[in-house]
């Protein structure tokens, strides 16, 4: 039986490194990982495939979506429909493969509400002194800007609480291992492995 | 604030390979990982180090541990007894070191019900035949003490489901990644992570 993968919902304030360590992760298109594909209304750009990038759909097929309850979450924004498929990401967990959904705090309790057995990642950065440097950038904002970016991300963090594991990336290899580590270690839950193993271990067990 | 170590159970039939697992874990003596001393009133062995092989104590400290409800579990045996001191486990746990109770179900079970976070792991060989394999060693048995090994071993793998993750020690090098994803990860827990980084947070979330 192949083991069945896990969802994972990754968050972080901007600032964190989110975007870095998921990048990290699959740069060498591992069999075994990927992260959620929407499906979206709008035209594909040059470049984009669909089913890579999106799941490029009608509006009356997305509608159809939105009636057959098929989205954790969908939105309009300027005319064009986006949503992320529980449907799709069934059948890619049920192919073996951890999914990684890269949303914010508000998208991770819907996504827990339905999927409760989701794990919760959350990325922090190591202090504000450096949470500030970095989302001050080149020096080019003005004080308000950082302060409004420095508002969002104090918020975001503030819900830190609500998630299973919590990496904080001082050091960026440190954290990669920690966010790997807890990927495999997943794998090997008592729950999980019951599942996948039945025959191997109704063998062991056979008189 | 130090990290508090983390309590592991590590069990498993003979012909496992927890021993090797975890002989290898420790071999270049991490700062933060030990396995659980003992203590007894037997006397020293030639070699034996007070402290690091076992604690060895009168049968008079032995006995006023035992009152003193020291002990996650302790036995007699030829005269000798032998404990599992709680309170050297909690203050070696307190230092930030994780620490490796190398015992079967029953010691499992006892412990868990102390310490309800101790986290538990299970190994088991990748199948029937090769348990078989393992147990037999160098075909100088008989068939019968074989036979009273298999039994052994499958009565220790039917308690399998009451661990939290379960390693299936088929490739060594495989088995012992496993085994150190899952210490790792269990640094990350959010529990874990807003004790330990309380300070860091409430700095995050200043305003």
Do not use: C
């Not at 990325?123 to 950082?146: A, H, M």
């Not at 299973?164 to 050091?171: A, K, S, T």
């Not at 008592?190 to 008189?207: F, S």
Request: proline share 3%; no cysteine; glycine share 8%.
């Amino acid at each position: 039986m192949t083991a069945r993968g896990n969802l994972f919902i990754v968050s972080a304030p901007s600032g964190a490194g989110k975007s870095s360590l998921i990048s990290d992760l699959l740069k060498d298109k591992p069999a075994d990982k990927q992260v959620s594909v929407s499906h979206t209304t709008r035209n594909p750009r040059p470049g984009e495939i669909n089913g890579q990038h999106y799941h490029f759909v009608t509006v009356e097929e997305f509608k159809a979506l939105i009636a057959d309850n098929a989205f954790f979450e969908w939105a309009e924004v300027f005319g064009n429909y986006y949503g992320t498929s529980r449907k799709v990401i069934e059948q890619t967990l049920h192919q073996g493969i951890d999914v990684f959904l890269d949303i914010d705090w508000q998208g991770a309790q819907q996504v827990k509400k339905v999927m409760p057995e989701a794990i919760g990642i959350f990325i922090l950065p190591p202090s504000k002194v450096e949470l500030e440097k970095r989302l001050t950038g080149r020096g080019q904002d003005s004080k308000e800007v950082i302060a409004s970016r420095m508002a969002q991300a104090t918020s975001e963090i503030s819900h830190y609480a609500e998630y299973d594991f919590i990496i904080i990336n001082d050091d960026f290899d440190t954290a990669l291992g920690d966010f790997i580590a807890i990927i495999r270690s997943q794998r090997l839950t008592g729950a999980g492995q019951i599942h996948t193993q039945n025959d191997m271990l109704k063998d062991l067990l056979a008189e």
